[in-house]
C-alpha cells in the first residue's frame, strides 16, 4: 500500500501513531507503530516516531507491505470483534469481558485482545496512560477470568481511576467456583506473592522474612490481601465462593485460593493433579462480577457484569 495523507487542522496535535490508525482501520496500532520505526511510514519525509505529535499541514508518506497485516487482523477481524458495554460515558467505557480474551497482547502475537477492540471504537484512546502497548488499561483480567473491566477513554479519567487502585478505593467482587468445603464461612488471607522458582508462570506465597514491596519493584514479592466469603456448597464437595481482592496482584485469587487448599475450578495452573473438574468446564471459573468506583462526576458507581453462559451451566448442573 502507498498512500500520502496531509494531517487536517481537526486531526493535528494527535500522536503519529493514532493519527495513522484513524487512517488506516484495517491495521492495528501496534503494526503501524512497527512501520514507523521500521521507516513505512515517514513525516514530512523525514524518520518520524510513533509518539510525535503530528502538526497541521504535515505530510505522512506510507508505503506499507501486504505483509503488514497479521492474519488476524485481515478481513476486519479486530473491527468484528464486539464486547458487552455495561456502562460508557465520556470518561470510561466498562465491558464484560468473555473468557478467552487477553486485555492486551504479551511478547507473542495474542489476538483479538481487548486492546485492539479499543484502538478501532475508539482510535484517540492510544494517547492515554502511560504505556502505549496498554491505552486507557488501569486494571486487567486473566486471559480466562471474565467479567467486568473499566477502561479510561480520557488521561483525566485514568489518573482518576488509577489513584483509586493504587489506593485500594475501588471495590472488587468475583464469584469462584472451587474444589473443597471450607469449614468457616468467611476468611482473610494476607500473604504476599513472587514468582515461582520452579514455573515462572505461576505465583506462589512468599517466606514471611522476606520484605515486600508494595511501590512494585520488578521481581519482589508483592504485599496481597484476599477476603472472601462462603456463597453456597455444591454437590461432588464444590463451593462457590464471592471473594474480595483488596489489592490487584497478577493471579492473587488463583494463588490465594491455591495455598487455602481451594483451588478454581478448571485452573491449570494451580490445581492438585488428583482433583477432576465437573464435565464441561474449558477454563478456570473466576468471574469479576461487581467492580465499584468513583467516576469523574463524583459519584460512586456499581457496575455488575452477568454470569456468563458456561459458568452458569456448570452451577446448574452441580445443583441438580
Known amino acids: 500500500m502507498e498512500k500520502l495523507l496531509t494531517v487536517s487542522a481537526a486531526d493535528a496535535g494527535q500522536r503519529l501513531d493514532v493519527f495513522c ?8 496500532r501496534a503494526a503501524l507503530q512497527r512501520a514507523i520505526r521500521e521507516d513505512q511510514i515517514k513525516i514530512n519525509n523525514t524518520t518520524g516516531k510513533p509518539r510525535q505529535i503530528v502538526s ?24 468484528s470483534l464486539t464486547f458487552p458495554i455495561l456502562y460508557e460515558d465520556r470518561d470510561v467505557v466498562v465491558i464484560n469481558k468473555p473468557a478467552g ?25 492510544g494517547t492515554v496512560g502511560e504505556d502505549a502497548q496498554r491505552p ?14 473499566i477502561i479510561a477513554k480520557t488521561q483525566a479519567a485514568y489518573e482518576h481511576l488509577k489513584e483509586q487502585f493504587q489506593r485500594r478505593r475501588a471495590h472488587k467482587e468475583y464469584l469462584a467456583l472451587v474444589f473443597g468445603q471450607p469449614g468457616e464461612t468467611k476468611g482473610r488471607i494476607n500473604r504476599a506473592l513472587t ?6 508462570l505461576r505465583r506462589t506465597i512468599a517466606s514471611e522474612s522476606v520484605p ?7 521481581g519482589a514479592p508483592k504485599d496481597a490481601v484476599t477476603e472472601w466469603r462462603l456463597e453456597e456448597k455444591l454437590a461432588g464437595r ?16 488463583r494463588a490465594h485460593l491455591h495455598f487455602l487448599g481451594f483451588p478454581i475450578v478448571g485452573d491449570a495452573l494451580y490445581t492438585f493433579k488428583r482433583q477432576r473438574p465437573p464435565h ?4 478456570h471459573l473466576l468471574h469479576a462480577q461487581r467492580l465499584t468506583v468513583t467516576l469523574l462526576t463524583g459519584k460512586r458507581k456499581t457496575f455488575t457484569a452477568p454470569l456468563p453462559p458456561d459458568f452458569q451451566q456448570v452451577l446448574d448442573a452441580l445443583k441438580q
Do not use: K
Not at 56 to 79: K, M
Open 212 to 218: 515486600t514491596s508494595p511501590e512494585g519493584l520488578r
Open 101 to 125: 480474551v487477553v486485555v492486551h497482547a504479551g511478547n507473542g502475537r495474542e489476538a483479538p485482545t481487548v486492546v485492539s477492540w479499543l484502538e478501532q471504537r475508539y482510535p484517540a484512546i
Open 238 to 253: 464444590f463451593t462457590l465462593l464471592r471473594v474480595f481482592p483488596l489489592t490487584g496482584r497478577t493471579h492473587q485469587i
Open 136 to 149: 486507557g488499561i488501569v486494571h486487567r483480567l486473566d486471559r480466562e477470568t471474565s467479567g467486568a473491566l
Open 21 to 28: 490508525v484513524s487512517q488506516l482501520p484495517g491495521y492495528s
Open 195 to 200: 514468582r515461582s522458582r520452579r514455573n515462572p
Open 56 to 79: 497541521e499541514g504535515d505530510v505522512i508518506t506510507i508505503a506499507l507491505p501486504a505483509s503488514a497485516h497479521r492474519p488476524e487482523e485481515q478481513a476486519g477481524a479486530p473491527a
Open 280 to 283: 464441561g468446564v474449558m477454563r
